[in-house]
């Protein structure tokens, strides 16, 4: 499909078909916009997240570059 067809598909009609899923993705997309400014953790209190996702991380590179499943935890 060519970048003309895709943009006229995307402003056509076929795009409002379903109200109640516009709505939703309109009302996902405040949500967004309305968080996107907002800092909900210090940058104190993220350390301990960021160094958490770092070992994560390494932890997944390991693992994938090993070819291993790590066992799963319940």
Wanted: aromatic letters at 2%; glycine letters at 4%.
């Amino acid at each position: 499909m060519s970048n003309s067809q895709t943009s006229s598909h995307r402003d056509g009609p076929e795009r409002r078909r379903n109200p109640r899923l516009r709505e939703l993705v309109e009302e996902m997309l405040a949500s967004i916009r309305a968080a996107a400014n907002v800092e909900l953790r210090t940058p104190e209190e993220r350390g301990p997240f960021e160094a958490d996702m770092v070992r994560v991380m390494q932890t997944v590179r390991t693992h994938a570059v090993r070819g291993e499943t790590p066992a799963r935890r319940d």
